[in-house]
């Protein structure tokens, strides 16, 4: 099994890299001519949010991370980019969100939001994953959080791959992208760029463990099977070259590029589900770059935990906290994986009263929000995962002219 108890020598690495991008010539922050970087927008959804990093006890009802990448770029813009004066971030990314969620004129747009100053010299996005039914599959072919009622993990995959075939989704990112470019009036900021991240793919699909492995919810849950890991790794995949290719179709119309992607799926080679020599699901090492439902943090080598927060307090499955017959709505409408997946286990657990979880309880402090985050952040990045992706941004923005 992988040890959680020694920092990966990959954890000195990205840590030393920033560093050494710091000292020698400075980051090269998009900017406007002869002028340091003034600040930036960051746009998306729960990967941009950073669901689950540095977490305090503080989390907003966006689950906005501590060490959510555009934190951390903020955090290094202030320190190395702009000397004594600070920079601004607008920091708009929400978990749950889907591309309608930027366009202006939406419920919650986070375009309409935009506070257009002159101190945003570039923005930063992350959009796409919600629109392709990623919960559902995760639900239906990983957690199975409504147990036998959460439907065919075939018919999520396919539903997903439909939606990834079609033109819409290609359409509709390259509108949101062209209103971000529009609302901050690029015309009179030549310089104005958006930086778009993709995808990491989750496992390591050459393994053979892990077919006897599952991250199911409750006993007897789906096996990670290769067919499976390979499949949804396929997807993450084509996920990032739509992206590219909107990107390209958007550039296309410019002198210049006004839009960069940058793919960092390399970056978490090793750092996947189901590595070698891992017992999965694995709490103890910091090794793995997502979340497990419950998982710790990795941030700056801290040891994993054997037992998920088994510490806190503990919630029972028919807490009334957990209205099984109201719940499906809201959680529907915000998108939010942690609040389906709670919703979805209550309604389970009284469908059927004998059902028992793997997981055994629900974590829980003082109110309903912090639940939905014990699950919400799983399959996203833990904070080594977001120091790697925002190490990546740095080395695609040094290769600029």
């Known amino acids: 099994m992988a040890n959680g108890s020694k920092q990966p020598a990959t954890t000195q690495l990205i840590s030393a890299?920033?560093?050494?991008?710091a000292k020698d010539s400075g980051i090269n922050f998009p900017h406007r001519p002869s002028h340091k970087s003034s600040g930036f927008i960051a746009l998306g959804d729960?990967?941009?949010?950073g669901i689950g990093t540095g977490f305090n006890g503080t989390e907003n009802d966006c689950r906005q991370g501590l060490n959510a990448y555009p934190k951390l770029i903020h955090a290094d813009l202030?320190?190395?980019g702009r000397g004594d004066l600070h920079s601004e971030i607008q920091f708009l990314s929400c978990t749950g969100s889907?591309?309608?969620n930027i366009l202006s004129g939406s419920e919650h747009s986070q375009i309409d939001n935009l506070n257009v100053t002159p101190k945003a010299d570039f923005?930063?996005?992350s959009i796409g994953g919600n629109d392709l039914g990623f919960f559902e599959i995760m639900n239906s072919c990983i957690f199975r959080?409504?147990?036998f009622y959460s439907g065919t993990c075939e018919d999520a995959l396919r539903k997903s791959e439909r939606a990834l075939n079609g033109r819409w989704?290609?359409?509709r990112l390259r509108l949101a992208i062209m209103e971000i470019l529009d609302r901050v009036q690029w015309e009179k900021r030549p310089w104005f760029t958006v930086t778009v991240t993709g995808y990491a793919r989750f496992f390591n699909e050459h393994t053979h463990d892990c077919d006897n492995r599952s991250f199911g919810v409750w006993w007897r849950g789906p096996k990670l099977k290769q067919s499976l890991r390979h499949r949804m790794n396929n997807m993450v995949l084509a996920v990032n070259n739509k992206i590219r290719r909107s990107v390209a179709a958007i550039n296309a119309g410019f002198t210049i590029p006004r839009v960069f992607f940058v793919d960092y799926d390399d970056a978490f080679e090793g750092h996947r589900f189901c590595e070698p020599n891992v017992t999965e699901p694995d709490y103890s090492t910091n090794n793995t770059w997502f979340f497990l439902v419950g998982g710790q943090d990795n941030d700056d080598g801290r040891h994993g935990q054997s037992a998920a927060y088994k510490n806190n307090k503990l919630l029972p499955f028919g807490s009334p906290l957990v209205d099984p017959d109201a719940c499906l709505g809201p959680a529907e409408k915000s998108g939010d994986w942690g609040e389906l997946a709670v919703c979805l286990m209550a309604k389970a657990k009284r469908q059927d009263p004998v059902l028992q979880s793997s997981l055994n309880t629900v974590v829980t402090q003082s109110s309903m929000w912090y639940v939905p985050t014990y699950y919400g952040k799983t399959f996203h990045p833990r904070t080594l995962g977001h120091k790697a992706i925002r190490d990546r941004i740095y080395e695609f923005w040094g290769e600029q002219p």
């Open 145 to 147: 959080f409504y147990s």
């Open 17 to 21: 890299k920033s560093e050494a991008q």
């Open 78 to 80: 202030n320190r190395w």
């Open 98 to 100: 889907t591309i309608d």
């Open 46 to 49: 729960s990967y941009s949010a």
């Open 169 to 171: 989704f290609e359409h």
């Open 123 to 125: 923005a930063l996005l």
